[in-house]
């Protein structure tokens, strides 16, 4: 392929003149001349392949363009030389082999034929290189489909405009549309995901998107999609927990028996027949010595529950003593207050006691409470030997009914049908008991911390301590609490019932605790707020409406006389005080109010004093001489027969009086300085 020198100077970046210059001085190899308007009517072509790297590959990037709908996400540019040199050699090679195939097939050649004897000379030519037919078609196509640099290494990739994650031939926007599809727990099919994107990037324009085979390949490779975040976004929490996440990798052998139980719920995967000829699946509650795998107890009912519970536990602890920890579900039946003593704070993961409530089992056998991660089959060693149970024991039976619908067999219903072939409830429960005794607890295990010993065996050799209680104070603790209770006339109520006791009738309006057996309702048990036990009250047996017998009277005079009592004893008490009048209670209270206004702060001395003269303070004062001048006129005519001595004696008084008022002035003036704090 030869240039003209005006394309060399653009492609290299120089002088037309300094290409001719390069030109003349065999820089570019051989040159040859065409007819044209240059000096002498020839023009100067170099030889492409003879210019720099740099200018070829500029070159054959503008001239071999892709199609339109692939996307290259990076430019010639963005590759090291030697990859650039590649790319052009590739590009050599395929144009060589073109021309020959033209020539052969101009020679009367078949096309196959001509491709074939063309790639052999090509590969001639090339001797230190691969080159085939398969390779000529090959990278024909690439340079179709994605130019020059298509064939250019991607090892030379000096940068990448591709976002990191991303694959390099497919556009970003296509890619992440397919991840938000296909990572999601409704688990679309690759299939799926690829028809919509491919759908989507024609509208889009997002260029062409690679094959099928090409998006699983992508799938796959940790470098576009981490295998960790493939489980956690399409098969969901828990999948990434047992899968992916660590755990904590426990020794068993670390343990002696009866030092951790762990406890929990199963529902047998076996149907079992009814005496009312229903058919149910029962449920086991029990209780897992975690050194030897021994059922140290357990229950079987058809609705598990707090109740089953306390049963299984309380079997567990008669037959083989106390545990120093459990390990349990974080349920509402486990952590129920009665039992392990109230909820778990998720922030701190342990138990929140309340002690207004009744103190809970464990609390009273000074048991230490576990609670498993919820959902994690690890945090739990009962939950595989669960599956021991299921493996051998369920799938026995002939309404073997299967953990789900895959594991199902399809004869069940038809099993079903025919109830001869359910085993009863009460037999089933028989019947594990002895597969438990016979065949589990003797059969020699390979497990973890087992050593091919079974678990009877194992739990006898690492038996160090056993905890007992009594069985009265195991009996006690066995009761439930449905809360506190208020001690009324007939004691207090439960279940639309009154029990009550001579003892309780001290505690009358206060609070207690009651706690009672499911299977006695007879009596119940009463203890205060620290649940301290106090009495047993018994139900109170109601009377004939006229009648009643000797025994009811003699309890009635009895809890009476407890309940007065206290009135006696107060009223006693109070005599003895010394009363307290209301003159002696007016007394003390003139007494603080002086105390209080002695402690109180002085007002401050005013600066200006003012008499307020109200408006009728001259008009007394007019009406007061008025008074005084009629008296003297009244006087005077009395007559000549009053003497000198007598208007004298008037005129004295009159002076006495006008005197007094001005005393009488001042004092008021002084008490009312004083009042206001004035000194002077």
Known sequence: MFLDTGTVAELCGISERAVQKNANNGKYGQVKYVEGMGRGGQVMKINLFNLPPEAIARHLAQEEKPDDDIYIPYSVGDFAEWAREEGIIKKKMVDLADELIEEFMAEGMGKTKATRKACKVVKASYPDRPFSTKTYYRDKKILKEEGIVGLMDRRGLKKSSTPEGVPENINPDAWWLFLKLYLTENQLSISECYRTVKTKAKIEGWGKIPSERTMRRYVKDPRYLKPQVKIALREGKTAFKNKVLPYIER???????????????????VFVLMEDGSIKA??????????????????????????????SFGRAIEEYGAPEHIIIDNGKDYRAKIFAGGRVKESEKKISYDQDQATSMIEALKITPHFA?????????????????????????KTFRGGNVQ?????????????SNIIPFEDFKETFAKWLDVDYHERPQTGEAMNGKSP????????????????????????????????RRNGIQLFNQNYTSPELAQYYGQDVIVRYKSDDLTKVYICDLKDNLICMAYAIEKSHPIFADEKQMKEYHSMRKKIEQPVKEFKEHLVQVKEYTLEDQLKDKEKEKRRRMQAEDPVDNPKVVELIKPDFHDSLKKMDKQQNKQARESAATKGQDDNITELFKMFTEEQKEKIDREKQK??????????LGFDF
């Open 407 to 419: 594991e199902r067999k399809e004869s069940l219903e038809d099993i079903l049908k025919d109830k």
């Open 251 to 269: 020794d068993r052998t670390l343990l002696k028996s009866n030092e951790v139980w762990v406890g929990d719920h199963r529902q047998f995967d």
């Open 456 to 487: 009877r065996v194992v739990y006898k050799n690492n038996l160090k301590k056993t905890r007992w209680i009594s069985e009265k104070d195991l009996a006690f603790l066995m009761t439930k609490s449905p809360g506190t209770r208020k001690v």
């Open 666 to 675: 001042k004092q008021d003036m002084k008490e009312l300085r004083k009042a």
């Open 373 to 397: 991660i919820p959902f994690n089959a690890r945090a739990k060693i009962i939950e595989p030997t669960f599956k021991i149970v299921k493996d051998t024991f369920d799938r026995k039976f």
């Open 282 to 311: 029962p449920w086991l509650t029990a209780w897992l010595d975690m050194r030897s795998s021994v059922f140290v107890g357990y229950t079987i009912t058809l609705n598990p529950n707090l109740n089953t519970i306390m049963e």
